[in-house]
């Protein structure tokens, strides 16, 4: 009889915690999407509003942080690994680990690549189309045609959120994003801070310890709320439930699982009846974005092209940004955009099937290809 998964031997339980504390800290410093976000983006972001505003179009002027060497140690490090994996073998686990080593090792060339032609190929090759690429494609197309309810059609949903004048994100006031994500922290003592940033691209992000919200965006409160579902809900309470269970893979994330972790908080923003139909719009154009930058289009011309598809010119820079990120606006850049709606019909096709895999995505940053393996783990903390 073959042991249950949650039953290791002692050497392979050795074997598993130092992974676990070797792999949490390099992939923790890697921060592809850190070095991808072009210094003082913001600067530059104000620039190309007023250029094009005027007429004339250009390529951003990105500057990147460079910290080879810093790199070099962490691909060391990584293949240090290689003799505790061995140990895993024969084992379900040994080929998550294994996975997660490897995308790993291709974010952290690609981060030492960020600026130059290297870049694009590594970030294609971590940002590959999936399985569900053309019905990504579809979604994309139908969700750009989205349009708002009828007013009388909107009164249930804005029932349940407090009604205010749009505010930007790091207002002082109770109900903008950054009081309401600091008041969740607090209400379900998350070991998360809420700081700001004027570089990010992202509305919110976390990264490490600290949820960090863009500066002076001016939102809804309906767009308030649902960030609060995507970054709490999806985010920051997996990551805090995976700090909890016996091994390490659940905070420290499968290959895939920040993908798909990102397609489960579009479908929980669905699920809380908090999607609305500029979310759709907005996550559609982002889709364009990298599917025309992936077929040779460059950063004007994506630009050129969201325009035409009547995205405001403001949102239709800041979305090529998103999808350049990493390169100099010529070349094909990071093309994480691609994921969310990849992966909202990976994750949506399995909770369909399976409703009760959703506390294992529930659980810290898995990928949907990972849960068979991983459920006993969850089952049995």
Do not use: N
Request: no cysteine; glycine share 6%.
């Amino acid at each position: 009889m073959p042991r249950p998964a949650t039953s290791l031997l002692a050497d392979e339980a050795a074997a598993i915690a130092a992974i676990d504390e070797s792999l949490g800290v390099i992939s923790r410093s890697v921060g592809l999407l850190g070095a991808a976000t072009p210094k003082d983006a913001h600067v530059e972001r104000a620039r190309l509003l007023a250029d094009y505003a005027r007429g004339q179009e250009r390529l951003p002027r990105w500057t990147y942080h460079a910290s080879v060497l810093d790199h070099v140690r962490r691909l060391r490090d990584l293949d240090a690994l290689e003799v505790h994996l061995r140990v895993l073998d024969g084992l379900a686990l040994a080929r998550l680990y294994r996975a997660r080593v490897d995308e790993v090792r291709l974010e952290i060339l690609a981060a030492a690549a960020v600026g130059s032609a290297l870049f694009t190929e590594l970030a294609r090759a971590r940002f590959a189309p999936s399985a569900e690429h053309e019905e990504a494609i579809v979604l994309s197309a139908s969700w750009a045609r989205a349009h708002d309810p009828e007013p009388e059609a909107e009164t249930a949903l804005d029932a349940a959120v407090p009604t205010t004048p749009s505010i930007a994100s790091d207002d002082r006031h109770p109900r903008s994003l950054v009081s309401r994500l600091r008041a969740e922290v607090a209400r379900r003592r998350l070991p998360f801070t809420v700081k700001t940033s004027r570089s990010m691209t992202a509305l919110a992000a976390i990264s490490g310890d600290t949820l960090w919200v863009a500066e002076g965006r001016v939102l809804t409160s309906l767009d308030v709320e649902r960030t609060v579902v995507h970054e709490i809900e999806a985010h920051a309470l997996p990551r805090t439930r995976a700090r909890s269970l016996a091994i390490g893979l659940f905070a420290i994330g499968t290959a895939g699982g920040s993908d798909d972790q990102e397609g489960y908080a579009l479908w929980l923003e669905d699920a809380r009846g908090v999607s609305t139909a500029a979310r759709k719009r907005e996550l559609a154009a982002r889709h364009t974005a990298v599917t025309l930058m992936g077929a040779g289009a460059d950063f004007v011309s994506v630009v050129r092209e969201l325009r035409r598809g009547a995205v405001p010119l403001e949102s239709a820079l800041l979305v090529a940004e998103r999808a350049f990120r990493g390169s100099h606006g010529e070349s094909p850049g990071l093309g994480r955009e691609r994921v969310y709606l990849e992966a909202l019909v990976r994750v949506r096709r399995r909770l369909e099937s399976r409703p009760d895999d959703e506390v294992v995505l529930g659980a810290g940053q898995v990928a949907v290809a990972a849960i068979d393996v991983l459920r006993q783990w969850v089952s049995s903390a």
